[in-house]
Nanobody, 127 residues
Framework: QVQLVESGGGSVQAGGSLRLSCAAS????????MGWFRQAPGDEREAVAT????????FYADSVKGRFFISRDNTKNTLYLQMNKLNPEDSATYYC????????????????????WGQGTQVTVSA
């Protein structure tokens, strides 16, 4: 059974940084693309960043390029999201997700391709 558990959310002032973690279990973690998505109240869930199974390829939403960095540790079955230069528009619940199929090198940013989700962690950025 796939389990994804996010942590690291919290409240921060604009310009600050946070690091999110996602602990994965119940499946062969190193062979799947993983991703971070976010959802603000009243908005659709949107992709933030995804990463290939090896970690060699990463994909970012334009809104976070150069500020957020996704990484993974396949020895610890853990996914990370380093978020820098946060602004109030980044406030949302952040979700960790696993892509549907294994052994893919192109992960993309399509939400429909990610079918297993964590419960989310809240990030609040104040002006």
């Amino acid at each position: 059974q796939v389990q994804l558990v996010e942590s690291g959310g919290g409240s921060v002032q604009a310009g600050g940084s946070l690091r999110l973690s996602c602990a994965a279990s119940g499946y062969n973690y190193p062979i799947y693309c993983m991703g971070w998505f976010r959802q603000a109240p009243g908005d659709e869930r949107e992709a933030v960043a995804t990463i290939s199974p090896s970690g060699g390829s990463t994909f970012y939403a334009d809104s976070v390029k150069g500020r957020f960095f996704i990484s993974r540790d396949n020895t610890k079955n853990t996914l990370y999201l380093q978020m820098n230069k946060l602004n109030p528009e980044d406030s949302a619940t952040y979700y960790c997700a696993r892509r549907m199929r294994a052994y893919e090198s192109y992960c993309g940013l399509a939400r429909a391709e990610f079918t297993d989700w964590g419960q989310g962690t809240q990030v609040t950025v104040s002006a």
